[in-house]
């Protein structure tokens, strides 16, 4: 199978603009997660959806938004985009296989605000 | 509240030493906890889960629900070990927490 897809994978706004990132989840797969990777804050959870439906939420402001399509591949936004908001932005889907959640990440897209 | 703690930012062993990477958690109910691994340019992946009680290139990591630590293992470290490694948890289906990582280096 095809691994987690993200695209694009290099990005630079300037500060006030907004910014659309992809996710394509290995097929079969119905869970989608997004994480912030910073070097000071590390890996920090942003949302999970499941089939359409945000399941999960972290503690990021409303300019953060995302969805997710009937084939399972996920978007997420972020508004008014401020210097802080430059990371690595990851993507991973989640299966369960005899109980067992495996997460498997995407390459990322690194985000640069200016 | 989930957290997960990770003391060392940077841990330097000569290569066939043994290693230790030091994970502790709180958590109020059973977590099941993880440990992940990024090498140099590949993406983050699934080292091993406490549940699974495998060895997986050699590192193993027991769970101790008394001290709230899931530290990794490995009794003689390889060069090709040298990566960043995250601890996670994830409680009942809830989104997974990492811990801030530890940079593995591992020494000629």
């Known amino acids: 199978k095809a691994g987690v897809t993200q695209t694009p994978r290099y990005l630079i706004k300037t500060r006030g603009q907004q910014v659309t990132l992809s996710c394509s989840p290995i097929s079969g797969h119905r869970s989608v997660s997004w994480y912030q990777q910073t070097p000071g804050q590390g890996l920090q959870f942003l949302f999970e959806?499941?089939?359409?439906?945000?399941?999960n939420k972290g503690n990021f402001p409303g300019r953060f938004s995302g969805r997710q399509f009937s084939n399972s591949r996920s978007e997420m936004n972020v508004s008014t985009l401020e210097l802080g908001d430059s990371a690595l932005y990851l993507c991973?889907?989640?299966?369960?296989?005899?109980?067992?959640?495996?997460?498997?990440f995407g390459p990322g897209t690194r985000l640069l605000v200016l | 509240a989930q957290r997960v703690t990770q003391p060392e930012k940077l841990l330097s062993v000569f290569k066939g030493a043994p290693v230790e990477l030091k994970c502790n958690y709180s958590?109020?109910?059973?977590?099941?906890l993880f440990w992940y691994v990024q090498y140099s340019r590949q993406r983050l992946q699934l080292l091993l889960r406490?549940?699974s009680r495998e060895s997986i290139k050699g590192f193993t990591a027991d769970l101790n629900k008394g001290e709230t630590s899931f530290h990794l293992k490995k009794p003689f470290a390889q060069e090709e070990d040298s990566a960043m490694y995250y601890c996670?948890?994830?409680?009942?289906?809830?989104?997974?927490?990492f811990g801030p990582g530890t940079r593995l280096s591992v020494l000629p």
């Open positions: 406490h549940i």
């Open positions: 996670a948890l994830s409680g009942g289906g809830q989104n997974f927490v």
């Open positions: 991973a889907s989640r299966a369960t296989t005899s109980g067992r959640e495996t997460q498997y």
């Open positions: 959806y499941f089939s359409e439906t945000q399941r």
């Open positions: 958590y109020s109910g059973s977590p099941e």
